[in-house]
Each structure stands twice: as structure tokens, then as C-alpha cells.
């Protein structure tokens, strides 16, 4: 089966979200679609890259414009280098890039360190998030939001406004108070680390949030806590790449762009209209087109 051009304008508004400054209203196959000013936050240009250890290229040219208040999923295949995509643009040492350009908030991402990236305000959860032994959450999501703040300009928040701005993040997803004191991830079950990794984001702010199979591993509660909480930290202003699997996440998140990824590259680009494609009929309908 072919799969068909989307019924839905890539710009639809999100329900859950405020309406992105419209600069243009425009009604298309029956939807009221608003276009948005379109400032670009990251453009991808024909992206390479290869595992450094190995020298196998991985990525062969992987071209993706996100505007501000958009939110993107990427789907694909197992290896089909979703992960790799998202690790080179938050910097990962395991990859090089061998060719392409990278621009996020008009700078040059691939110019600045992993710790520059994170500072410029992109943000990535990992497939499967790490321990930090002997540090403990609070001390982390602390030293990380006043660094923040540092390179925004702002003055560092003394213990006591810390204390109320974590617990207000706490509330945000749902967690128990005793996280804080917790070592990072250490101990935690896969379905805490992952809603950890949406506190640091509530905590840390981002413009544009990469997260990757946030939704892996997670109950239905706590799927709907993370999908709340995200919704309440998107803005008009800041961006989502999030990597899945699933069509349950993409409900809840309302993307405004869907992408399959495959063989290193964006193969197709659609709305949720091509995940029920996929879901009926598999990759291989969208690999046929490419
Ligand atoms: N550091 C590495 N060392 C060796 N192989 C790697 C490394 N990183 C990625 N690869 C390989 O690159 C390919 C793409 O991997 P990647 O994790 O990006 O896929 P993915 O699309 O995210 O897959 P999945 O849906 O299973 O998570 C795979 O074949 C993987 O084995």
C-alpha cells in the first residue's frame, strides 16, 4: 500500500499547547490550519556521521528543519540510526561527523562542546539513562540549573528558592519528594529514571527537549504523567524531537510532524495519519517510496 500525502496540515494546532503567533491562517482539507512564523531552532543539513571506533558511517545524510513550537517524532526500524542521530547532536564522543551542517539558534552545533550544547539549550534523555554515584538529584538538578542560569544571565538561586522551584518541578511529574535525596538514577527502576529525566528537563528548561523512547518501559500512569508534564513544558517558543516506537506517546503529545527514519536518513515525512499506515502495513511501505 502507498502511502498517502497527509490529510493533516504539519501546523496543526495542538489543543494542549498555546497557539504558536499565527502569521498566517490558512483552512486545508477541511482543518483550520495555523502556520506559524517559522523561526527556525534547528536545521539539519545533510548530516554524516560514523562511529569513531569502527568507521562505519551510520548516518548518510540526514536533512530536518524544526521552527520554533513544533513538535517532531521520529520513527523507523530497529538500527536504522534514530539514536545515533539524536547522540551527534547533542555531541556523543562515540561518533564523528564526516560531513553536512548543523545550525541550531543560528550557531553552529557541531562547532560547540557537549556541555555547550546542553548550556545553548538543548536538552536529550537517553534511551536508557545513567547513574550518578555519590551525587545526589538535588545537588545535580541544583549545580545544572544555576550553570544554567549562569549563561542566561541569571543571578544563581539561593538553597531556599531552589527548594520551592524543585518541589514545584516535583509536582509537575508526579514524583515523591524522596527523589531529591536520592543518588541520580541510582537504584531508581527504569520507569523512575525515565520520569527523572522529565524533572530535569522541568528543572532545567530547554528549547529545543530530544528525548529518546521516553515512553519505553513506562505504566500507563506514568505514561500520562510524563505526556502532562511535557505538554505543560512546551511552549510557543521551544521545540520537541522525540524518538518512539508507539502510537500511544504520539497521541498524548500531538505531533506536528512525523518522520521515518531509514538507513541513516529521513525517508518520509507525515503527520499521525502515516503511523496508522505503518502500524497496519510496517516499514516496509515507507522504504518502497524511497
Ligand atoms: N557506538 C556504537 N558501536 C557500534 N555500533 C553502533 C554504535 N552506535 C550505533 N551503532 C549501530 O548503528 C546502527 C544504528 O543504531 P541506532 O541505535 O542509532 O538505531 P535506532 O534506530 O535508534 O534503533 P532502535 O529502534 O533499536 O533503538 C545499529 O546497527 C547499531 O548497532
Known amino acids: 500500500m502507498a502511502l498517502s500525502l497527509p490529510t493533516q496540515c504539519p501546523h496543526t494546532v495542538n489543543p494542549l499547547r498555546r497557539s504558536p ?19 527556525p531552532l534547528l536545521q539539519v543539513n545533510d548530516l554524516k556521521a560514523k562511529i569513531v571506533e569502527s568507521n562505519v558511517e551510520i548516518l548518510h545524510g540526514v536533512n530536518l528543519t524544526v521552527n ?27 561518533y564523528e561527523v564526516t ?5 541550531f539558534k543560528g550557531e553552529n552545533l557541531l562547532e560547540m562542546e557537549p556541555e555547550e550544547r546542553s548550556l545553548a ?19 545535580f538538578l541544583v549545580m545544572a540549573y544555576n550553570a544554567r542560569r549562569k549563561k542566561l544571565g541569571l543571578p544563581e538561586l ?24 536520592r543518588n541520580v538514577n541510582e537504584g531508581f527502576s527504569g520507569g523512575e529514571r525515565k520520569r527523572n529525566e522529565i524533572l530535569q528537563l522541568a528543572v532545567l528548561g530547554a528549547d529545543l527537549a530530544i528525548l529518546d ?16 508534564a511535557v505538554n505543560q513544558i512546551l511552549t510557543p ?8 516506537h508507539y502510537r500511544r506517546i504520539l497521541d498524548l503529545l500531538n505531533p506536528t510532524h512525523v518522520h521515518v527514519m531509514d538507513k541513516g536518513k529521513i525517508a518520509r515525512t507525515g503527520d499521525l495519519s502515516m503511523v496508522e499506515a505503518i502500524e497496519a502495513e510496517g516499514y516496509e511501505t515507507v522504504s518502497s517510496l524511497t
Open 121 to 139: 539549550g538543548l536538552f536529550m534523555s537517553f534511551q536508557s539513562p545513567v547513574e550518578i554515584p555519590g551525587v545526589s538529584n538535588d545537588e
Open 68 to 94: 520554533q513550537g513544533e513538535v517532531h517524532a521520529i520513527m523507523g526500524k530497529n538500527g536504522s540510526g534514530k539514536s545515533t542521530f539524536a547522540k551527534v547532536l547533542v555531541g556523543h564522543p562515540d
Open 158 to 181: 539561593g538553597p531556599l528558592e531552589c527548594f520551592s522551584y524543585l518541589m514545584e518541578k516535583l509536582q509537575l511529574v508526579n514524583m515523591k519528594p524522596d527523589f531529591l535525596n
Open 213 to 228: 523512547e521516553i515512553d519505553s518501559g513506562l505504566d500507563v500512569d506514568a505514561l500520562r504523567d510524563v505526556a502532562n
Open 99 to 103: 560531513g553536512g551542517s548543523v545550525v
Open 21 to 39: 503567533k499565527p502569521a498566517l491562517l490558512r483552512r486545508l482539507n477541511h482543518r483550520v490550519c495555523v502556520v506559524s512564523a517559522a523561526t
Open 237 to 244: 517558543e521551544n521545540s520537541l524531537l522525540m524518538i518512539t
